[in-house]
């Protein structure tokens, strides 16, 4: 899995590409909570390159969130494709996170 970060106006960035899975959730939860711990209150996970995400992987976004509850962060999501965007729906966190279609909207109003 490639992990990458940007910033734009405020807001962190952290694109993943490939799969969230068992074996890539340690480096990303790691690359996750070490930018909140470094600061990062706002925080966009783009999801648009990642083709699967598993167990594993929505644990690494519901520790994110958690980490940023206590310091009143943000995180949004965006770019689920439809096998990423069933996980969600079917763990009824589609109703607990805040997901956008692209990386635009999620950024409006931020």
């Known amino acids: 899995m490639k992990i990458s970060t940007e910033h734009d106006k ?3 960035i952290i694109a993943f590409e490939g799969s969230l899975d068992t074996n890539t ?3 990303a939860q790691a690359q996750l909570i070490g930018l909140v711990e470094g600061g990062a209150t ?9 083709d699967y995400i598993s167990s594993a992987g929505i644990g690494v976004v519901l520790a994110t969130a958690k980490k940023l509850s206590p310091v009143g962060g943000s995180l949004r ?5 439809e096998t990423v965007s069933q996980v969600f729906e079917i763990t009824g966190l589609d109703r ?3 997901i956008f279609k692209d990386r635009r909207q999620a950024l409006t109003g931020f």
């Open 10 to 12: 405020g807001v962190t």
């Open 25 to 27: 959730a340690p480096d």
């Open 42 to 50: 706002k925080v966009l996970v783009d999801f648009v390159s990642l």
């Open 77 to 81: 999501l965006c770019g689920l494709n």
């Open 96 to 98: 607990v996170f805040q």
